[in-house]
């Protein structure tokens, strides 16, 4: 389709449609190279210093503002009752942190699990607990507004959970630490299985608030 420029030369016309998922692409691209960047940095600065918690909200913030940018994402699951939805998103929640509670007792025996994991909570100790909870929460829902909802609609076509569940965990991967990349790995294909099943984030992110709830705050030490 062409339109008349002031000289009366056909100019192109832009396809809405074709325009949607480059947008969705270059957004996407652009925020997972600063949300990596970002990750890797919160994790490395000292525990309980006002760095991590300025660094922490920034990686909220980017999420959130990229998954925006990229185009509309679905709040409310498609064709299921929203209530159902969000109590058994909580207990499949429930249900993972009881898997990785006695994962972590397992742990305790392998050295290197341990080690990461004592390095996680480390960080999570480090300042008063409602704060940390707030940055969990906050970026708990950022992951999954950009992960489970722009990065998955950038990836329809190209098998969804496999793609964002690889991003998630080579994101995850550049702090370094073991337990976190176990951990994506693990909750990121569940999320993305939720985000998928039901057509929207309100799955993924119950899920995902509720999991890290447990984690923080009941988690032995």
């Known amino acids: 389709m ?7 030369v056909g100019l192109p016309v832009p396809s809405p449609v074709a325009s949607g998922p480059r947008r969705r692409t270059v957004a996407a691209a652009v925020t997972l190279v600063m949300g990596t960047v970002l990750l890797a940095a919160t994790l490395r600065v000292p525990r309980g210093s006002s760095a991590f918690i300025l660094l922490g ?15 509309p994402i679905p709040l409310r699951p498609v064709a299921q009752s929203t209530a159902r ?16 509670l006695l994962a972590s007792v397992v742990g305790d025996h392998l050295p290197v699990i341990s080690g990461a994991l004592d ?24 992951e999954e507004l950009f992960f489970r909802g722009a990065l998955h609609a950038a ?29 994506a790995a693990v909750m990121g294909s569940l999320f993305s299985v939720e985000r998928l099943s039901t057509g929207s984030v309100l799955a993924s992110v119950v899920t995902h608030c509720t999991w890290t709830t447990l984690m923080l705050l009941a988690l032995p030490r």
């Open 85 to 100: 939805v969000t109590v058994a998103a909580g207990a499949l929640g429930a249900a993972a942190f009881a898997a990785f």
């Open 119 to 142: 390095t996680v909570l480390a960080k999570a100790d480090a300042g008063p607990v409602a704060l940390v909870l707030g940055i969990a929460l906050v970026n708990a829902v950022a």
């Open 57 to 71: 909200f920034a990686l909220a913030a980017v999420w959130i503002v990229g998954a925006l940018v990229s185009g």
């Open 2 to 8: 062409r339109r008349p420029d002031a000289l009366g």
């Open 155 to 183: 990836f329809e076509r190209h098998r969804p959970v496999l793609s964002t569940t690889a991003c998630y965990v080579t994101v995850t991967a550049t702090t370094g630490n073991l337990a976190l990349v176990v951990a």
